[in-house]
């Protein structure tokens, strides 16, 4: 009985050297197909806060969905800044919420606005800050829509 089980020990212990062996392979595959994808001009942009949850996108596509986010951005700022908030209908813990959502919505898509702030002043961007915008435009994107669902259901600032 012992040395069937030495027996199986040593095939497991070999079948899990030859996943091990495998594991570098594998890194090599996601590094060339991360650089194929770059050299054919896709970019990876993480899903929301998840940075291991990306989605392939051409830069052309990525400067288009940044535009969109902006412009929605500024549309629910615009919103925010026009709504009458010291309205006695808008209770503390409401102003409480949207000014939290505010600042989720402002700091999430700070670098965004950052690159649009320069571009807008003919300045030249480095690659860090658009990197960061790559990284962050979901997570932006994602705060402002929760920012605009909120004033939604509390009927605020809304074009009737």
Same mark, same amino acid.
């Given at each position: 009985m012992k040395a069937i089980a030495a027996h199986l020990v040593d095939k497991r212990a070999g079948s899990a050297? !030859?996943?091990? =062996?495998?594991? $570098?392979r594998s890194r090599y595959s996601a590094v060339f197909c991360i650089a194929l994808l770059a050299i054919a001009g896709c970019i990876p942009v993480p !899903?929301?806060?998840d940075v291991t949850d990306l989605r392939f996108?051409? =830069?052309?596509?990525?400067r288009a969905y940044a535009e969109e986010v902006f412009r929605q951005q500024n549309r629910v700022t615009t919103r925010l800044m026009m709504a $009458?908030?010291?309205? $006695?209908?808008?209770g503390e813990d409401d102003r409480r919420r949207i000014e939290?959502?505010?600042?989720l919505m402002n700091n999430a898509c700070?670098?965004?606005n950052e690159i649009a702030s320069a571009r807008t002043s003919g300045e030249e961007v480095d690659r860090k800050l658009e990197n960061t915008v790559r990284k962050q435009v979901r997570t932006c994107a994602r705060e402002t829509g929760r920012l605009e669902?909120?004033?939604?259901a509390l009927d605020?600032? !809304?074009e009737h």
């Open positions: 050297s !030859r996943v091990a =062996s495998r594991i $570098p !899903r929301g806060g996108m051409s =830069s052309d596509e990525l $009458p908030l010291d309205s $006695p209908s808008i939290q959502a505010e600042t700070a670098s965004l669902d909120l004033l939604d605020i600032g !809304r």
